[in-house]
């Protein structure tokens, strides 16, 4: 390889090294600018997408849950439990105890024998309405420690059903009364006793005459 020919290799190597030194050092201040520059806040909003804690509707009363209650779902959904459980009289326990008239009997008592955890034996109370319902949701966290697996029912509607099944299959606890729902015009109510005020501007009644002297 002759000299010039060296040379200009050279010298193009040294230029493109230089070269990328200097990108290098520029674009390490720009991001580094950058850095320190973050959007008050980050990311972006999506136009009607609700966050998490707004506009969440309020939670609909089991009471009034139940007094809508369709039995016949109940027995669909029940097809989630009929692996483990029979709810016909007499029926036999499986890997869950016989659900027959379950409604309003003991928590983890009678069943024919059947071997509770200690989680759910230790629990106490009876399966009223509200403690079916919450064992429902989520067995684990109503009684942490027990033997059943199953995730729970996350729809309070389709628990509601769940439950009115359950209770008509021998056991016809009544239902709970829904709560009434506030007047309307309550607040616009004057308290007990107190005297209406006159209007703005309304004269005062006036004192009764007094009878005239002889």
């Known amino acids: 390889m002759d000299e010039n020919r060296f040379n200009t290799i050279a010298g193009w190597t040294l230029f493109s090294g230089v070269v990328a030194l200097g990108l290098a050092s520029v674009s390490s201040h720009y991001f580094k600018a950058g850095k320190d ?22 939670a609909v009363p089991l009471e009034v849950l139940l007094a809508s209650a369709d039995a016949a779902k109940g027995e669909a959904s029940f097809k ?3 692996s483990c459980h029979t709810i016909n009289a007499g029926g036999a326990n499986g890997i869950g105890p016989n659900l027959h008239e379950i409604m309003g009997d003991g928590v983890a008592q009678g069943r024919a024998g059947f071997a509770f955890s200690d989680a759910l034996k230790t629990h106490g109370g009876k399966w009223d309405w509200a403690t079916m319902d919450a064992w429902l949701k989520n067995p684990k966290a109503f009684a942490p420690g027990t033997k059943m697996s199953f995730a729970g029912i996350g729809d309070a509607q389709e628990r509601a059903n769940l439950l009115v099944y359950l209770n008509s299959q021998g056991s016809n606890l009544p239902l709970p009364a829904a709560p009434a729902a506030p ?32």
Do not use: L
């Open 37 to 58: 520059e973050r959007p008050e806040k980050m990311g972006y909003e999506i136009e009607g997408v609700v966050q998490e804690g707004e506009g969440a509707a309020a």
């Open 80 to 82: 989630k439990c009929a």
């Open 183 to 214: 007047a309307a015009d309550a607040a616009a109510a004057p308290a007990d006793g107190a005297a209406a005020a006159p209007a703005e501007g309304a004269a005062a009644a006036p004192a009764a005459a007094e009878p005239a002297k002889k």
